[in-house]
């Protein structure tokens, strides 16, 4: 079977851009599929005082130094959420907003991942509940959507539904709503829950009830199990071997969402030996 890229690196913090860099320079194609960078954790640090060579650079500025450098590489990166990746044996599948690829070997780099849902919010997504405005937003056009901000896209997805064409408010318990397209309405509130059966009917803010036709949440990730059915987890965590193998073979793992200590040079060095292990692993299936 014909797979069109060599590695997909799910995720597009330090320790993805540090897997797609060094898969590149193996010789391997590679895509990165990611949220926003503005989702990472790193984007919210002030200042960066540990990562050799920059000394006090804010979070977002190397941020946008790690995208440079994957441009000037000119190795592709999506921007989606990886719903989720099948394991066809030989191969993986990849299902990111409205995208399908296919790729030899997976490098999940994924960060901290959220685990608490909100009341209704696993039994309804999908009904109602989306996490992924640009794959979803124009079943909601003309209608009735509230986006629940958690991540720093949040304001950028909002601005996005409404330019499709929805009727949109805005809530977020942490970002401020202040570059919002006029329109925009704004509600407060930080405990939520979902109403509906087999489809969304209200969503409940503060324990008041407010009806919406559709609610997109910005989660950062989505659990890692879920995303490839069989990976061993441990407290939350991708279980790793020294090489960032998982337990499914052609799976490997990088950066916070392989445990402490949350890092980044932490998370970069893993990427690096993630992209060497999954470079290794199709050099020798090929060779077989
Ligand atoms: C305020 C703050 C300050 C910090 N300061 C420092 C510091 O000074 N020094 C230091 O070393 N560390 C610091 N850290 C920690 C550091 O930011 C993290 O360790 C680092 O970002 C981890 O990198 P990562 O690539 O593993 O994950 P992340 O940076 O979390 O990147 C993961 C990316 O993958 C995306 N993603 C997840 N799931 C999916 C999916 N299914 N589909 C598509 N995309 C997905 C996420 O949205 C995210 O963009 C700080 C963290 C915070 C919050």
Redesign the pocket.
């Known amino acids: 079977m014909e797979y069109n890229i060599d590695i997909a690196v799910?995720?597009?913090?330090?320790?993805?851009?540090s897997a797609a860099i060094n898969t590149h320079l193996r010789g391997k194609s590679v895509t990165i599929?990611?949220?926003?960078?503005k989702?990472?954790?790193?984007y919210?640090?002030?200042?960066?005082?540990?990562?050799p060579g920059l000394p006090d650079i804010s979070?977002a500025k190397l941020l946008d130094g790690m995208y440079d450098h994957l441009k000037s590489m000119k190795i592709t990166a999506i921007k989606?959420?990886?719903?989720s990746i099948a394991d066809m044996g030989e191969g993986f599948y990849i299902s990111?907003g409205s995208e399908f690829q296919s790729a030899k070997a997976v490098i999940l780099?994924?960060?901290?991942?959220q685990t608490s849902f909100y009341p209704g919010e696993s039994e309804l997504l999908g009904h109602g509940i989306s996490y992924c405005a640009t794959c979803d937003g124009m079943l909601y056009k003309g209608k009735r959507v509230a986006l629940i901000g958690l991540?720093g896209d949040a304001l950028e997805e909002a601005n996005q539904l409404h330019d499709i064409g929805c009727d949109v408010t805005f809530i977020s318990p942490s970002i401020k709503p202040d570059k919002l397209k006029p329109g925009i309405k704004v509600l407060k509130g930080s405990k939520f829950e979902f109403k509906g059966e087999k489809k969304l009917k209200a969503l409940i803010i503060d324990g008041v009830e407010h009806e919406f036709d559709g609610v997109f949440i910005t989660r950062?990730?989505?659990a890692p199990d879920l995303?490839l059915p069989g990976l061993d987890i441990k407290d939350g965590f991708i279980q790793v071997d020294k090489k960032m193998q998982t337990n499914i073979a052609g799976v490997f793992a990088?950066?916070?969402?392989t445990g402490k200590?949350?890092?980044?040079?932490?998370?970069t060095g893993q990427?690096q030996i993630a992209a060497f292990s999954a470079t290794a692993y199709i050099d020798e299936r090929e060779q077989a």
């Open positions: 799910i995720g597009g913090g330090p320790a993805g851009i599929f990611t949220n926003s960078y989702s990472s954790p790193l919210k640090a002030k200042k960066v005082e540990n990562y979070g989606a959420q990886v719903l990111a780099a994924t960060g901290v991942v991540t950062a990730s989505v995303l990088a950066g916070d969402c200590p949350n890092q980044i040079l932490k998370a990427g």
